[in-house]
């Protein structure tokens, strides 16, 4: 589904990325994992278009993306929650989902009863600003926004970070139901390591812009967590 080959990417004269790849199978989850600073969200903007890599390549069903700006990447259908939510708060929860509307490719203007069916706060606030929801509502309005452009492949930075363990698992068993009934394949960069042994399939560690462990998420050693994760 998602394939990225080499990515090389530099602030200036600090390299970032060092020769990263890492592949996202149709109908799976996939996790990067690593300290804070090892180049986990800089990944994730160069594969969303955000940042331009020096060298290597992103595509999508075999089609290459490095020519698409990132507006074009979401029309190509990559969906994207970044670190934060970045929701719009002056917005009304309504007015956040009609803004992903802008990614799809079929002309619905209405927003998918299903973002309802799977995040009911967002009917039930739909009036509200997205700036007075809690940080667990504005995480479940982000993921919404993001499905309401009909991604093939969702992307999620940090998903479960300051969030309340219940909503931690509501958003697990989203994305699950994604994957299994949508064959949505999704990308997450993810530091609870219980959610990622809960609900990835795969896995990857980054140390110092580099890919250094990766496999299924059951290879997930107790030396790679002390090694790599651990603070």
Same mark, same amino acid.
């Not at 109908?27 to 994992?33: A, C, E, N, Q, R």
């Not at 706060?121 to 700036?131: D, F, H, L, Q």
């Given at each position: 589904m998602?394939e990225?080959?080499n990515?090389h990417?530099? $602030?200036?004269?600090?390299?970032i !990325?060092r020769d990263v790849s890492?592949?996202?199978?149709?109908?799976?989850i996939?996790?990067?994992?690593? /300290?804070n600073?090892?180049?986990?969200?800089?990944? &994730?903007?160069?594969i969303?278009?955000?940042e331009k890599p020096s060298?290597?390549n992103?595509?999508l069903e075999?089609?290459?993306? #490095?020519? !698409?700006?990132?507006?074009k990447?979401?029309?190509?259908g990559?969906? $994207? %929650?970044?670190q934060?939510?970045?929701?719009?708060?002056?917005l009304? %929860?309504?007015?956040?989902?009609?803004?992903?509307l802008?990614?799809?490719? #079929?002309?619905?203007?209405?927003?998918?009863?299903?973002i309802?069916? =799977?995040?009911?706060?967002c009917?039930e606030?739909g009036?509200?600003?997205?700036?007075d929801?809690?940080g667990? +509502? +504005?995480?479940q !309005?982000a993921?919404?926004?993001?499905?309401?452009?009909?991604p093939?492949?969702?992307i =999620?930075d940090?998903p479960?970070?300051?969030?309340q363990?219940?909503i931690? +698992? +509501?958003?697990?068993?989203? *994305? /699950?139901? !994604?994957?299994?009934k949508?064959?949505?394949?999704i990308?997450?960069?993810e530091?609870y *390591? #219980?959610?990622?042994?809960?609900y990835?399939?795969?896995?990857y %560690?980054?140390?110092?812009?580099t890919i250094v462990?990766e496999?299924?998420?059951?290879?997930?050693?107790?030396a790679?967590?002390? #090694?790599? &994760?651990s603070v």
């Amino acid at each position: 589904m998602l394939e990225v080959k080499n990515i090389h990417f530099s $602030y200036g004269e600090v390299s970032i !990325l060092r020769d990263v790849s890492i592949s996202v199978p149709p109908g799976k989850i996939v996790s990067v994992m690593g /300290r804070n600073g090892v180049g986990k969200t800089t990944l &994730l903007r160069n594969i969303i278009g955000l940042e331009k890599p020096s060298s290597g390549n992103v595509s999508l069903e075999g089609a290459n993306l #490095d020519h !698409l700006n990132g507006f074009k990447r979401a029309k190509a259908g990559l969906g $994207y %929650v970044p670190q934060g939510r970045q929701i719009f708060p002056k917005l009304t %929860v309504e007015e956040n989902l009609r803004i992903g509307l802008s990614g799809r490719n #079929d002309n619905i203007t209405e927003i998918p009863s299903e973002i309802y069916r =799977l995040f009911p706060i967002c009917k039930e606030m739909g009036s509200r600003k997205g700036g007075d929801l809690s940080g667990g +509502q +504005q995480q479940q !309005l982000a993921i919404g926004r993001a499905l309401a452009g009909d991604p093939k492949i969702l992307i =999620l930075d940090e998903p479960t970070e300051g969030i309340q363990p219940n909503i931690i +698992q +509501q958003i697990g068993k989203v *994305l /699950r139901h !994604l994957v299994e009934k949508k064959n949505i394949s999704i990308l997450l960069v993810e530091q609870y *390591l #219980d959610f990622v042994k809960e609900y990835s399939h795969l896995f990857y %560690v980054m140390n110092r812009g580099t890919i250094v462990a990766e496999g299924p998420t059951e290879t997930l050693s107790e030396a790679i967590v002390k #090694d790599y &994760l651990s603070v």
